[in-house]
C-alpha cells in the first residue's frame, strides 16, 4: 500500500507541473532565400592576381673599380655576352687613386734618398772614427727597408 502511496504522490507532482501558464516559446520567422537557376555561362580566364615576380636566373655581379656610372649602354633585362661593354664610369675617382700613388711613390723615394745619404754620411764618419759601428748598422737598417 505504501508503493502505491508513493506512486500516486509521484504521478500528482508531474501532472501539477505539467499545468502552468507560461505559454509555448515563439517560433523564430522564417528566412526568406533567393532561388536562382543555374545557368551554363562563358568563364572569365582573365584573372588578376598580385605577387611578386622573380628572375629565373640572377647574377650577381662585381666591379673591379668603383666610381660613378656616367653612361649605361645595355638596357635593364637585356641579354649581354662576355666582354661586353656595359657602362661608363666616371674617371675622376681612378685619377686621384693615380694622383695619391704618385705621390706616395714619390715619397717613398725621397725617404729612400735620404737614407742612403744618411747611411754614406755614417760610413764616412765610421772611418775617420768619429762614429760608431752601430750607428753604421742603423742607418744600414733604415736603407734596407726603403729598399723594400
Do not use: H, Y
Not at 650577381?60 to 662576355?82: H, N, P, Q, W, Y
Not at 687613386?97 to 723615394?109: P, R, T, Y
Amino acid at each position: 500500500m505504501r508503493t502505491i502511496l508513493i506512486a500516486w504522490a509521484v504521478g500528482g507532482v508531474f501532472a501539477l507541473s505539467s499545468c502552468s501558464n507560461e505559454e509555448p516559446p515563439a517560433e523564430k520567422p522564417l528566412r526568406t532565400v533567393d532561388v536562382v537557376k543555374a545557368e551554363k555561362q562563358p568563364i572569365d580566364r582573365g584573372s588578376i592576381i598580385t605577387g611578386e615576380v622573380k628572375a629565373r636566373v640572377q647574377t650577381d655581379l662585381s666591379f673591379r673599380v668603383s666610381g660613378k656610372i656616367t653612361e649605361r649602354l645595355v638596357d635593364v633585362g637585356a641579354r649581354v655576352t662576355t666582354g661586353q661593354l656595359l657602362a661608363r664610369i666616371d674617371p675622376e675617382e681612378q685619377k686621384a687613386d693615380i694622383d695619391v700613388a704618385l705621390a706616395n711613390l714619390q715619397s717613398a723615394e725621397a725617404q729612400q734618398t735620404q737614407a742612403q745619404l744618411a747611411f754614406d754620411r755614417q760610413q764616412s764618419l765610421f772611418r775617420t772614427q768619429v762614429t760608431s759601428r752601430s750607428a753604421v748598422d742603423k742607418a744600414q737598417e733604415t736603407l734596407l727597408t726603403t729598399q723594400g
